[in-house]
């Protein structure tokens, strides 16, 4: 069992950053794939970005490449997202997810945090 919970979420201005972490308790993080999805108010929930256990192989979602990066601290049982020049369609909740194989893209994963809010106003 793993226990996730996320923090770091909240309000900023279009072209704004935050910094999302996702604390792990539990059985192994370090050989866990993680990742972070979002879900906008009456949308799916969609992958932003995974991590492999290493760290050495990361996925971003087109429509944050160049502006989000996943990155881990398997020390520290913790993955982050360093989200920059945010935008107003970024608003939604995200989701921090944990999984035994890392690749995909759909939310299946094994592991679950309770979300935190991120709003962006123009």
């Known amino acids: 069992q793993v226990h996730l919970v996320e923090s770091g979420g909240g309000s900023v201005q279009a072209g704004g950053s935050l910094r999302l972490s996702c604390a792990a308790s539990g059985r192994a993080f370090s050989s866990y794939a993680m990742a972070w999805f979002r879900q906008a108010p009456e949308k799916e929930r969609e992958l932003v970005a995974a991590?492999?256990?290493?760290?050495?192989?990361?996925y971003h979602a087109d429509s944050v490449k160049g502006r989000f990066t996943i990155s881990r601290d398997n020390a520290k049982n913790t993955v982050y997202l360093q989200m920059n020049n945010l935008k107003p369609e970024d608003t939604a909740i995200y989701f921090c997810?944990?999984?035994?194989?890392?690749?995909?893209?759909?939310?299946?994963?094994?592991?679950w945090g309770q979300g935190t809010q991120v709003t962006v106003s123009s």
């Open positions: 991590i492999s256990w290493s760290g050495e192989d990361t």
């Open positions: 997810a944990a999984d035994a194989s890392f690749g995909s893209t759909q939310p299946t994963y094994d592991y």
